[in-house]
């Protein structure tokens, strides 16, 4: 049985969520608590599977609070709940909340969030996906320029100059940094090639992705049939990222949340990095299965490994500390309509951006990935007339990425 604890000032709201919740969740032991304090003194007497805070309340705030239970209880899935606007672009990007309500909040859309980041967790704790990562040695740790990265950045001490030094040393990475600065994401007019400069333009979270991507690509060692196959995926998740923040931005999500997209989307494909460099041979098989015989690539993940790129990613970066939710987009990409909210969000962009890229560069397919959109998804949303736009973004960015490439 799951515990779900519901934090809110209003003793009202908590009554009729007891009420309601008893009859349609049984299956959830569900703790009430009128303030921070008493939240927390649950958490420390009972494991919460979920916590749903409201921001403002008097004392500790919702973001007070859940920033205390992901110290305290890292794997608590923290939902916050908030009727303020402003409030909205900081919880979204970089709160201590897994996930971001509006209020008023609809029920059934509440209920659903907490069954999703339930199954998620769920997920990321099945059995044949814990075996498969347990027999691959290669992602014990991540690479050293990124931990280098990190260390830097949680750094106080550490200024520009030493995150432009950990850049500089690592020639590929510089070299992706420079491809990604000059991109059609920045839109600029003359080419960028000071590292100091592209560092400071694309952000340190992007930043870190590359770094991460990049290094288990130079860590492979192996045939060089397979190292042509991770070039072309480490270029194509780029490309997918810059896509993906471009249709973002596109659909008024804002800078803030867009400039996390490009990140996400270079790290979309990390569960395929892992297995070609760990498990060659049985993603020859899978490549087979989907160019020859018309099968999903999840479907031919599922059949070879007992499970898919998208929840191996999830693992390993939850596993290696990245917020909860760029775990989820990647877990979610290629299924977006089982995250119950409708609205336009980077998981939605980075999806379309994903089949859209495919779709351009005349992959071997039966049929054409456009042909493959999830069109009922993309009508709840309201976003049916935007397809051709954003296919423009698409071949724009694969255009620009040709010339950068060659």
Known sequence: MNNVLFVDDDENILNGLRRRLHAIRPNWKTHFALNGKMALEMCGNTSMDVVVSDMRMPGMDGSSLLEKIRIAHPETTRIILSGFAEDEA????????HQYLAKPCDEILLIDTIENALELKDMLQHPALRALMSGIDAIASPPDTYMRLVKALEDPMAGNDRIVAIVSADIALTAEVLKLTNSAYFAITQKISSVSHAVRMIGMDTLKS??????????????????????????????????????AEAENLGKQVSMMVPSTGMLSHIGSLVLLMNRANEMEQVM???????VSIIAAEQEVFGAAHPEIGAYLLGLWGFPSPLVQAVAFHHRPADVPERVMTPLSALYFAQML????????????????????????????????????IAIKVNNQYKTLTR
């Open 288 to 294: 087979a299965r989907v160019e020859n015989d018309n």
């Open 90 to 97: 900081v919880l979204r990007t970089v709160g201590p909340a």
């Open 357 to 392: 890229c495919r779709d351009i560069n005349n992959e071997k397919r039966a049929k054409p990935y456009v042909d493959q959109i999830d069109m009922a998804y993309l009508e709840e949303l309201g976003k049916t007339d935007r397809l051709e736009t954003w296919r423009q």
């Open 210 to 247: 590359l770094a991460l991507f990049v290094g288990l690509f130079q860590g492979f060692k192996g045939p060089s049939h397979i190292t042509v196959r991770l070039n072309l995926l480490c270029h194509r998740s780029q490309q997918i990222g810059v896509t993906a923040a471009l249709i």
